[in-house]
C-alpha cells in the first residue's frame, strides 16, 4: 500500500506504509492486518476515532468496522 492522505471532516490524515500492499479481501494476510489493527483500536481510544490513520486503513483494507466505534 502506497502512503494515502484522505480528508475527513476538514483533517488531512496520512496513512498507510509506502512498500506494503493492500491484501485481497479474506486472505489470511488482510485477516491479520485487521486483528492487528483492531487491537490497536481497543488498547487506544484515540484510535477509533474516523480522523484516526489507524481507522482509515481499517477501511482501506475493508476490515470490519463494527465493534470498534466509541
Known amino acids: 500500500m502506497k502512503k494515502w492522505t484522505t480528508k475527513v471532516k476538514g483533517k488531512i490524515v496520512k496513512h498507510g506504509q509506502k512498500g506494503a ?5 479474506g486472505s489470511p494476510k488482510q485477516k491479520s ?11 487506544y481510544p ?3 476515532k474516523e480522523t484516526s490513520p489507524n481507522y482509515q486503513s481499517r477501511r482501506k483494507w475493508k476490515c470490519k468496522l463494527r465493534g470498534i466505534e466509541q
Not at 500492499?21 to 479481501?25: F, L, N, T
Not at 492486518?33 to 488498547?43: E, F, H, N, T
Request: glycine residues 6%.
Open 46 to 48: 484515540s484510535a477509533r
Open 33 to 43: 492486518d485487521c486483528a492487528i489493527s483492531l487491537g490497536i483500536a481497543k488498547k
Open 21 to 25: 500492499r493492500i491484501a485481497k479481501v
